[in-house]
């Protein structure tokens, strides 16, 4: 079994920055692909960015490209969410999710049936 948590949410003014983190508790081979998902009240969970463990490819949503970055400290066996630029649509609560590397393709990486792990969930709000 794999534990996902979360953590870095919390309030920010639009134009802001915030840093998610998201820390495992061991890496196997069924959760080499780490994705952020966000899901807005009465929306649909929808997937943000993804990690590839091994190979350190990224993927990301229209929606957030060139604001949000994705990235890996192997180490602590964390994946990271850099988020600039922040916008008042950005406001949701934000899950990563695990699964086997192969769901980590540009085609793949937002569906949320790929994932078998889950985080808790953090809250991230942007206000004007």
């Known amino acids: 079994q794999v534990q996902l948590v979360e953590s870095g949410g919390g309030s920010v003014q639009a134009g802001g920055s915030l840093r998610l983190s998201c820390a495992a508790s061991?890496?196997?081979?069924?959760?080499?692909?780490v994705g952020w998902f966000r899901q807005a009240p009465g929306k649909e969970r929808e997937g943000v960015a993804a990690?590839?463990?091994?190979?350190?490819?990224?993927y990301y949503a229209d929606s957030v490209k060139g604001r949000f970055t994705v990235s890996q400290d192997n180490a602590k066996n964390t994946v990271y969410l850099q988020m600039n630029s922040l916008k008042n649509d950005d406001t949701a609560m934000y899950y990563c999710?695990?699964?086997?590397?192969?769901?980590?393709?540009?085609?793949?990486?937002?569906?949320?049936?790929?994932?078998?792990?889950w985080g808790q969930g953090t809250q991230v709000t942007v206000s004007s």
């Open positions: 990690i590839d463990i091994g190979g350190a490819r990224t």
């Open positions: 061991r890496y196997t081979a069924s959760n080499k692909c």
């Open positions: 999710a695990a699964g086997y590397d192969s769901t980590c393709l540009q085609s793949s990486f937002s569906i949320v049936s790929r994932y078998y792990y």
